[in-house]
C-alpha cells in the first residue's frame, strides 16, 4: 500500500530528546489504526530500565508491543497490516544492537529497506541524527555515527515521508511539495 508519494512509511529523526518519539506516538494515534510499537532497546542497565518505563506509561494499555533487538524485518512482516499502523523505536538501538552482535550492519540495513515497500499497512520508524556534533575521538564510535548515517539516507529513499523533530517541532523533510504530516 503505498500513497502518492511513495510507500506509507514515514521516517522520524531528530536529536536525542528532540520530541521524535512523542511525536512518532501522536501519528500513530491520530491514525485511528489498531497501534503496534516495536520496541528495540534492551534493559541493559537501570537508566535503560527507567526510560522503557517511560515510554511504556506515556503509551499506555492501547498499543500491542512487540520487542525485538535485532530481526526487525521478520517482525515487520508479521506485524504490518492495512488495519494497523507499526511504529519501531528506534533504529539507533536497532543499530547499535546489530553492531554489538556482529551482524552484517549493510546486509541487515539493506534487507529493512527493501521490506518497506512491500508491507501492507502503516509504518513509523524513529531514528537519531548522531552526525551532526563533533567527529567522534575512538574507531568505533567513528563506525557507528557513519553507519548511522548511512541507515538514515537509506531509509529515508526507502519511506514516503521524512519528518525532522527539532524542539519539540516537526518540519518535512520529504515530500517538499505536502504542507502537512499525517499517516
Known sequence: MTHDNGPRAILVTGGARSGKSRFAEKLAVNSGLQKVYVATGAAHDSEMEKRIALHRDRRGDAWQTAEEPLDLEPVLRRECRPDR??????????LSNLMHAGRDIAAESARLCAAVSGL???????????????????????????AQGRLNQDMAEACGKVVLVAAGQPVLLKPTSQPDIRL
Open 85 to 94: 499502523v507499526v511504529l519501531v523505536d528506534c533504529l539507533t538501538l536497532w
Open 120 to 146: 501492507p499497512g502503516a509504518l513509523v520508524f524513529v531514528t537519531n541524527e548522531v552526525g551532526m556534533g563533533i567527529v567522534p575521538e575512538n574507531r568505533l564510535a567513528r563506525s557507528f555515527r557513519d
